[in-house]
């Protein structure tokens, strides 16, 4: 049998999601699964469940966990919410607001819109005045992505709960959470969400495999209310002290031991210095974007700098520019895998991910790399003044 090509060193991994794995989650992989009696299994599951609530800041929620990706999650969370037939608003963020629309929709359910502003991130003020027109209270709930992995825009949660407030409507408050959770700042209680939806491959450090909602009471009684047909996806029925009730069947349990230590090493770095981590290689992506962008060519896809993402951030290119050829320069020469742009702003743009094991080095390597291979097919860059973008960001790691 051939063997696969071996890559020498470490091929970098700046995609936003799957990330790369701390070594020892990449060990905690390698266990023997476990008899269903053992008590592991209970300990396991139930470190996972509170390392997730220390990260979602929450007392109060109940965590489920899924053998799923986002999609999954996604799924659970029109499924266990909203009755056949009902309603949802989906403030439009780009790609991945419109694909959980078109999931929402494909489950029979209807979905409210409000349009999608590009480069900005959702507009609360027209939050609430959709929810006030909904004078009958048809909709149920409103699902918000937090951060648009596609856009690299990241909402204002607080002022979207306002906006909810505001409109003095019942409406349930949803919020993916699978690109921002570990990178932005998210306080579950404190912003007083009603249900987060998240999966294990981005912020948190896993490979992909484990999807979750968290819920509080008002989420969960809307589920116990909800006479949607379902199995594997209800809360109602996963509510349970039971490890295999928990999981409706067998729990992926290598997945949540390796889950469970990252939300260690999380706790052990402190939630604190991880976000402040991810804000500060975001700077350094954000200073390289800046410098590269005096030559003309590139340019950042958010408009408002409040609103770039700690996670991923999403460069523009000129019209004709062969993204993919220059992904493919990166990833096969190079060893530097980065994503390319989706949905609306396919062949428009790259995406550099800066969320999860990352630190300062890595993310130099990465910024110098994507020059590299922006240089090599001849797109121009600043050198201006500050000498270019990689420069930039190591003169603003220098704190030069
Ligand atoms: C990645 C992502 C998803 C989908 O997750 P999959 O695991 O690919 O199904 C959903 N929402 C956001 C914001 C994401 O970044």
Not at 66 to 74: E, K, L, P, S, V
Not at 93 to 105: D, I, L, N, P, R
Not at 332 to 338: M, R, T, V
Request: glycine fraction near 10%.
């Amino acid at each position: 049998m051939k063997s696969p090509t071996r890559i020498p060193g470490r091929r970098l991994l700046h995609s936003p999601g799957p990330t790369p794995l701390p070594d020892e989650v990449l060990h905690a992989l390698m266990r023997q699964p476990m008899d269903m009696g053992d008590p592991r299994n209970d300990e396991t599951i139930a470190a996972c469940e509170a390392g997730l609530k220390q990260v979602l800041q929450t007392q109060s929620a109940d965590v489920f966990f899924y053998a799923c990706n986002g999609h999954g999650a996604w799924e659970a969370a029109i499924e266990n919410l909203v009755p056949p037939g009902g309603s949802v608003l989906i403030p439009g963020t780009g790609h991945f607001s419109e694909s959980w629309a078109v999931q929402t929709e494909a489950l029979g359910r209807r979905v409210v819109r409000t349009p999608w502003i590009e480069g900005l991130p959702i507009d609360p003020a027209v939050v609430t005045e959709t929810l006030r027109a909904d004078k009958q209270h048809e909709i149920v709930a409103v699902f918000v992505v937090h951060t648009d992995t596609s856009s690299g825009i990241t909402s204002d949660v607080s002022a979207l709960r306002a906006a909810l407030d505001d409109a003095d409507h019942p409406a349930l408050f949803v919020v993916d959470v699978v690109a921002s959770l570990g990178a932005e700042p998210f306080d579950f209680d404190g912003q007083r969400v009603d249900m987060a939806v998240g999966a294990s491959q981005k912020g948190l450090m896993c490979p992909p495999g484990v999807g979750f909602l968290a819920c509080n009471a008002a989420a969960f009684a809307a589920a116990e209310r909800n006479p949607a047909p379902r199995f594997y996806w209800d809360i109602v029925r996963r509510k349970s002290e039971l490890s295999y009730r928990k999981f409706c069947g067998t729990p992926p349990q290598n997945l949540m031991g390796a889950l469970a230590v990252s939300l260690g090493l999380i706790q052990s770095e402190g939630l604190h210095n991880v976000l402040a981590r991810h804000q500060l290689l975001a700077s350094l992506v954000h200073a390289a974007v800046e410098g590269w962008s005096e030559g003309g060519a590139l340019g950042f896809f958010a408009r408002d700098p409040a609103s770039r993402s700690n996670a991923v951030t999403t460069v523009t290119v000129p019209a004709g520019t062969d993204v993919d050829g220059l992904r493919a320069l990166a990833r096969e020469q190079y060893q530097l895998a980065f994503a390319g742009a989706l949905g609306p702003l396919q062949g428009r743009g790259f995406r550099i991910g800066h969320l999860g094991d990352q630190n300062p080095a890595q993310v130099l390597g990465a910024l110098a790399t994507v020059e590299a291979a922006l240089e090599a097919q001849g797109i121009p860059l600043g050198s201006g003044v500050t000498g270019g973008g990689t420069r930039r960001a190591l003169l603003k790691l220098a704190g030069r």
